[in-house]
């Protein structure tokens, strides 16, 4: 399993996507947990597989 920590210029760029930091917007925004929100935050290591999956996310035009 890789691992990868995200650069906080990129999660500023992550959290601008979100209406507000909630469970629910966490899930249906980006796809990921609060755990690993806390992780992004605290900038410790995320799988790489959350990581693609999560850019693929904020990269798809809006069709939620």
């Known amino acids: 399993m890789t691992m990868i920590i995200v650069d ?3 999660v500023r760029r992550i959290r601008a996507t979100l209406p507000a930091i909630t469970k629910v917007h966490l899930q249906e925004t980006l796809g990921i947990s609060e755990t690993t929100w806390v992780r992004l935050r605290d900038a410790r290591p995320i ?3 959350t990581y693609e999956r ?3 996310r904020i990269a798809e035009p809006e069709t939620r």
Do not use: E
Request: aromatic share 0%; proline share 0%; charged share 35%.
């Open 8 to 10: 906080v210029h990129q």
């Open 47 to 49: 799988r790489r597989s």
């Open 54 to 56: 999560l850019m693929r």
